[in-house]
């Protein structure tokens, strides 16, 4: 914008002449610099009320720069401009000044016309919006791309990314920073903190067979007191939050003692922690504070201090949440959907499946992760289970990262874990169905197409096999759903919208959130 001040007189005193130059200094001031296209040059002859409106302009001016500035998408010729404003507004106050009017005369009348430019509706220069570049984006569920994206975040047909694999991983998780207020291994790119998260993790998971028997009885006692209600119908969705928090609590925080917190506030904790996923997940507000961020959830941080009452909010790394959301939120949809096959789908070898998972859950060793109640040329373990479960419903469906060019330009870079996992090409036969006994010929250690864990040099504990007690992710989701069998055979029946078996069951979050046991 560009306002030019003309004097009208047709006779000049010294003093004139020398107003006169400093006006010329203005306009060349002026006109020197581009005009954006949103106000033609705007031409004003001057009255004996000059000051006034010279003052009035500068307060106007002032307020319209700086509403400019403060805006975030002002491109950087617009910055420009408004800092041109505010110089000349400036020499305009010096310029009053000759007149003698008193400082405070001119003052008031500079903030009248802040007052004015900063009224809603009088930004007359709006700043020219560049298009919002769009983000690249590549996702693919080839086997050996997806390992590609995992371990560098590279995409196919692409050079190394120019950021380390760590970093690659924190930045798309930045967003659970945001909503939980987490400091781990999956928003930090330091490697010896993650080093640290990790080694800490493995030393919680990687516990005897002894430790395993606690773990089942645990199971199997939540079970039972979920399901001890007046009612004669209850959430599935709670049940199996429930008996996954609580059991999961008994592993991750071995050392403390929880007799106290009751199961309707572990259930508070384990809904509003899924609650706060999905808000971050869709929520639209993509600002530097959105309405989903950690600090504003009030009832969130209260169930997380109900539970865990000696948190050090101001601890980001000490923060319960670092070890909740991978150790319960991504496992119980899993153990929801596994039971859902093996107990309501009409499966020929439903009855088998169950007295196997059962028996496991009594019993929860190595020995008879592997052992079964089938026929001999039907061998299904407990293990064989829980591999399906956790092949036709992956924890993460989608493992992201952020890849930037030698340039720096950024792709954001996904790996469709579902959707390899589902790839007729890997899994032949009928990959959509859950079939337990694909893996009876599979060799133990074989992991092609199989990544519901990740993959290297990011592989989760949780899928350790050899040289460790119990392989934790798959012994867990065996021993959860078995001790959920137990509790309502014969019992308690399931109902729920699902379709027919020889279509995977629905994985969105939310799915079969309407879901009910019902007593028999």
Same mark, same amino acid.
Request: charged share 25%; hydrophobic share 40%.
């Given at each position: 914008?560009?306002?030019?001040?003309?004097?009208?007189?047709?006779?000049?005193?010294?003093?004139?002449?020398?107003?006169?130059?400093?006006?010329?200094?203005?306009?060349?001031?002026?006109?020197?610099?581009?005009?954006?296209?949103?106000?033609?040059?705007?031409?004003?002859?001057?009255?004996?009320?000059?000051?006034?409106?010279?003052?009035?302009?500068?307060?106007?001016?002032?307020?319209?720069?700086?509403?400019?500035?403060?805006?975030?998408?002002?491109?950087?010729?617009?910055?420009?401009?408004?800092?041109?404003?505010?110089?000349?507004?400036?020499?305009?106050?010096?310029?009053?000044?000759?007149?003698?009017?008193?400082?405070?005369?001119?003052?008031?009348?500079?903030?009248?016309?802040?007052?004015?430019?900063?009224?809603?509706?009088?930004?007359?220069?709006?700043?020219?919006?560049?298009?919002?570049?769009?983000?690249?984006?590549?996702?693919?569920?080839?086997?050996?791309?997806?390992?590609?994206?995992?371990?560098?975040?590279?995409?196919?047909? =692409? &050079?190394?990314?120019?950021?380390? %694999?760590?970093? $690659? @991983? /924190?930045?798309?998780? !930045?967003? *659970?920073? #945001?909503?939980?207020?987490?400091?781990?291994?999956?928003?930090?790119?330091?490697?010896?903190?993650?080093?640290?998260?990790?080694?800490?993790?493995?030393?919680?998971?990687?516990?005897? =067979? &002894?430790?395993?028997?606690?773990? %089942?009885?645990? $199971? @199997? /006692?939540?079970?039972? !007191?979920? *399901?001890? #209600?007046?009612?004669?119908?209850?959430?599935?969705?709670?049940?199996?939050?429930?008996?996954?928090?609580?059991?999961?609590?008994?592993?991750?925080?071995?050392?403390?003692?929880?007799?106290?917190?009751?199961?309707?506030?572990?259930?508070?904790? $384990?809904?509003?922690?899924?609650? !706060?996923? *999905?808000?971050?997940?869709?929520?639209?507000?993509?600002?530097?504070?959105?309405?989903?961020?950690?600090?504003?959830?009030?009832?969130?941080?209260?169930?997380?201090?109900?539970?865990?009452?000696?948190?050090?909010?101001?601890?980001?790394?000490?923060?319960?949440?670092?070890?909740?959301?991978?150790?319960?939120?991504?496992?119980?949809?899993?153990?929801?959907?596994?039971?859902?096959?093996?107990?309501?789908?009409?499966?020929?070898?439903?009855?088998?499946?169950?007295?196997?998972?059962?028996?496991?859950?009594?019993?929860?060793?190595?020995?008879?992760?592997?052992?079964?109640?089938?026929?001999?040329?039907?061998?299904?373990?407990?293990?064989?289970?829980?591999?399906?479960?956790?092949?036709?419903?992956?924890?993460?469906?989608?493992?992201?990262?952020?890849?930037?060019?030698?340039?720096?330009?950024?792709?954001?870079?996904?790996?469709?874990?579902?959707?390899?996992?589902?790839?007729?090409?890997?899994?032949?036969?009928?990959?959509?169905?859950?079939?337990?006994?694909?893996?009876?010929?599979?060799?133990?250690?074989?992991?092609?197409?199989?990544?519901?864990?990740?993959?290297?040099?990011?592989?989760?504990?949780?899928?350790?096999?050899?040289?460790?007690?119990?392989?934790?992710?798959?012994?867990?989701?065996?021993?959860?759903?078995?001790?959920?069998?137990?509790?309502?055979?014969?019992?308690?029946?399931?109902?729920?919208?699902?379709?027919?078996?020889?279509?995977?069951?629905?994985?969105?979050?939310?799915?079969?959130?309407?879901?009910?046991?019902?007593?028999?």
């Amino acid at each position: 914008m560009c306002i030019v001040l003309v004097r009208h007189s047709s006779t000049k005193t010294i003093g004139d002449r020398k107003t006169e130059r400093r006006e010329m200094q203005l306009y060349k001031i002026l006109i020197s610099t581009p005009s954006t296209s949103c106000i033609p040059s705007i031409t004003l002859p001057l009255s004996t009320m000059e000051p006034i409106l010279l003052a009035f302009l500068t307060g106007f001016i002032l307020a319209q720069a700086i509403r400019l500035a403060k805006n975030h998408n002002i491109p950087i010729e617009t910055h420009c401009t408004a800092l041109l404003y505010i110089s000349a507004a400036f020499y305009w106050l010096n310029f009053l000044n000759d007149w003698g009017y008193s400082t405070i005369g001119i003052a008031l009348f500079i903030t009248l016309g802040a007052w004015v430019g900063d009224m809603p509706g009088w930004l007359l220069c709006a700043p020219v919006v560049p298009a919002k570049q769009e983000e690249k984006c590549f996702r693919t569920a080839e086997v050996d791309e997806c390992r590609e994206v995992v371990k560098s975040g590279t995409p196919a047909g =692409e &050079a190394k990314n120019a950021i380390p %694999g760590l970093e $690659a @991983r /924190a930045r798309p998780n !930045q967003r *659970l920073k #945001v909503a939980f207020g987490i400091d781990s291994c999956f928003t930090s790119s330091d490697e010896r903190a993650c080093k640290s998260f990790r080694d800490g993790v493995e030393k919680l998971l990687y516990v005897d =067979e &002894a430790e395993w028997i606690n773990y %089942g009885d645990a $199971a @199997r /006692a939540t079970a039972r !007191q979920a *399901l001890d #209600v007046e009612s004669d119908s209850t959430s599935l969705f709670s049940v199996v939050q429930l008996m996954t928090l609580k059991t999961m609590m008994k592993v991750l925080w071995p050392d403390q003692f929880f007799e106290h917190i009751t199961n309707e506030q572990i259930s508070t904790l $384990a809904h509003e922690v899924n609650l !706060q996923w *999905l808000r971050s997940k869709e929520g639209s507000d993509n600002s530097d504070d959105p309405f989903w961020n950690f600090d504003k959830q009030t009832p969130l941080k209260d169930a997380v201090k109900t539970v865990f009452p000696d948190w050090d909010e101001t601890d980001s790394k000490k923060n319960p949440c670092n070890l909740i959301l991978p150790g319960y939120e991504t496992m119980w949809r899993v153990v929801l959907r596994c039971f859902v096959e093996v107990v309501a789908r009409d499966h020929d070898q439903s009855t088998n499946w169950e007295k196997t998972l059962r028996a496991f859950s009594n019993i929860p060793t190595k020995q008879q992760l592997k052992e079964s109640f089938f026929e001999a040329d039907v061998p299904v373990t407990a293990a064989h289970i829980a591999k399906e479960a956790l092949r036709l419903y992956p924890p993460t469906r989608r493992i992201y990262r952020e890849y930037h060019d030698a340039a720096g330009q950024k792709t954001n870079v996904s790996a469709d874990i579902e959707a390899m996992q589902r790839d007729p090409v890997i899994w032949r036969d009928h990959p959509k169905l859950f079939l337990p006994d694909r893996w009876i010929d599979i060799a133990e250690g074989y992991d092609h197409g199989f990544m519901p864990f990740g993959a290297k040099p990011f592989n989760c504990p949780a899928k350790r096999w050899k040289n460790v007690p119990m392989p934790f992710g798959i012994s867990m989701i065996a021993l959860l759903v078995g001790a959920l069998i137990e509790a309502t055979q014969g019992k308690w029946t399931i109902h729920g919208n699902f379709p027919d078996k020889t279509h995977p069951l629905d994985t969105d979050r939310e799915a079969y959130g309407d879901a009910t046991l019902q007593r028999l």
